[in-house]
């Protein structure tokens, strides 16, 4: 396990037991052997190679960053000017950006090694990793499943050992949900704490980058590299400083943690049930307080968000007209042919679906029923949050209501994939952070995940709860070449 942890990666390029050229050759490898059983990537970075030799004499040169020299994937929708963006969709297959995401940047600054774009439910939109239209991507613990979405292509390369972190990008779970569904770590950071400068839109005011791997600890180092502002994205807020490395330790005693009674009843699987109740002993056990509660307000969190994050995606989507960049059908009579012909052949089933929601939804007559609505059962849920906040350092939850689904199950109804969102959209919905890791395993062999919940910029304090639980357990250091459930 530890070889493939960033830390334990880090670790041997210091003592001088591995050069960055060596181990992405190696991650290299392995990817061109395996990766056809599970479809992670999308593009494969033709310059890896060239990139690490050159990290290997700013090494030699005195490079000390904790992602110096180590590889890391990147979702297909965080914008590089080196190989194509395409969110999976068919509609920018080919688009290369003019620029890079200010996460790129801040990577290749911290001398971290691009192994290439991870598939990706098509625009974000999805939670299975099936909308792509390059194909679908299989869970490595089980390719029947799927690896949740819509990081999925993220989540299965860092579980399939194809890459040792990986950056996602989270609207309504799409990092914390695969993770669950992979057996991985990962966190959704408070909104403005990363640039969404070069991450295509899907919900301008839900999206945020953040990191996926197999410890909390691999996620604070690259989170410590990638959080910061931006005067390119106006919603990256100013003085963010956390303290990831003073948060590594496991001392949790007297931290009050809530545990929502309503987020345990009917809908939830029973073995996913008894898997978080258990680590609320396990956090007991290390001098935390559990305390249970009633949280109001989330049986309405599931709609509002569709209709918000379906309105943003009607807007966000509006520049890809067939004229700008991407897809140019071959045969148009007119302006107006030209456009319904590349965004109905361009999208697929799911974005056209979402779009036509977010349209009617702000369209005359209706604006004021759905979307002035939701926004205001926004404001309720963020109120709800805010009184628990007062009361708990965090909050201890369910990611998704079952272990990873079948292939094909969620594709054929749209609204249950929807409701597996249940436990992940309010997050977005009041911008607070929010970490997944694995606490168990179904019957099945099936990872199990948990999510910690935190108030607005205590990303650092939820890091530090998420690493004590993992210094006292082993969920996070099963790999799906052990398939022994315990």
Not at 91 to 96: K, M, P
Not at 380 to 400: E, H, M, N, T, W
Request: proline residues 5%; negative net charge; charged residues 20%.
């Amino acid at each position: 396990m530890q070889e493939q942890t960033a830390k334990g990666l880090r670790e041997k390029l210091l003592a001088g037991e591995i050069t960055s050229a060596e181990l992405t050759e190696q991650y290299l490898a392995k990817i061109a052997a395996e990766d056809a059983a599970y479809h992670a990537y999308n593009t494969v970075n033709e310059a890896a190679k060239t990139r690490a030799a050159e990290v290997d004499r700013q090494l030699m040169a005195g490079l000390n960053t904790p992602l110096a020299g180590v590889p890391i994937a990147v979702k297909d929708n965080i914008a590089t000017e080196d190989m194509p963006t395409t969110c999976s969709s068919k509609i920018l297959q080919g688009f290369i950006s003019p620029y890079n995401a200010t996460v790129i940047d801040k990577l290749a600054d911290a001398g971290a090694v691009l192994l290439g774009k991870t598939n990706m439910d098509e625009f974000a939109m999805g939670s299975t990793t099936e909308t792509s239209y390059t194909g679908v991507t299989k869970n490595p613990w089980n390719t029947a499943k799927v690896p949740g979405g819509s990081s999925g292509g993220s989540a299965a390369a860092v579980a399939a050992g194809l890459a040792p972190v990986a950056l996602g990008s989270d609207t309504g779970g799409s990092i914390r949900q695969p993770c669950a569904y992979c057996g991985l770590t990962g966190i959704k950071p408070t909104y403005g704490a990363v640039s969404r400068y070069g991450l295509l839109a899907y919900g301008s005011s839900l999206d945020q980058i953040g990191p996926i791997a197999h410890t909390a600890a691999d996620c604070a180092a690259v989170l410590q590299v990638i959080a910061g502002h931006d005067e390119k994205d106006s919603t990256s807020a100013k003085n963010v400083n956390f303290d990831f490395s003073g948060a590594l330790n496991d001392n949790i005693v007297g931290k009050r943690i809530g545990l929502p009674r309503n987020y345990l009843g009917e809908g939830l699987n029973a073995e996913i049930r008894a898997a978080i109740l258990a680590a609320a002993e396990q956090f007991a056990a290390l001098g935390a307080e559990i305390e249970e509660f009633e949280m109001p307000m989330m049986d309405y969190a599931v709609p509002a968000y569709y209709i918000i994050a379906s309105a943003e995606a009607s807007s966000n989507l509006s520049r890809y007209d067939g004229i700008k960049y991407g897809y140019h059908p071959e045969s148009f009579s007119d302006l107006e042919d030209l456009y319904l012909s590349a965004r109905s052949e361009g999208f697929g089933l799911e974005v056209k679906r979402r779009v036509m929601l977010g349209t009617f939804a702000l369209s005359s007559g209706y604006y004021d029923a759905y979307y002035q609505k939701a926004l205001k059962v926004r404001a309720l849920i963020r109120q709800a949050f805010d009184a628990a906040f007062g009361k708990y350092d965090a909050i201890l939850s369910p990611v998704a209501p079952t272990t990873a689904p079948n292939l094909g199950e969620s594709l054929s109804d749209p609204l249950a994939m929807y409701l597996s969102d249940i436990y992940t959209v309010a997050v977005n919905l009041v911008g607070i952070p929010a970490i997944a890791l694995p606490c168990g395993f179904d019957a099945a062999g099936m990872p199990i995940g948990m999510q910690l919940l935190g108030a607005v910029w205590s990303d650092d304090k939820l890091v530090n709860l998420a690493h004590a639980y993992q210094m006292h357990t082993d969920w996070h250091e099963y790999v799906p070449t052990h398939k022994e459930a315990k």
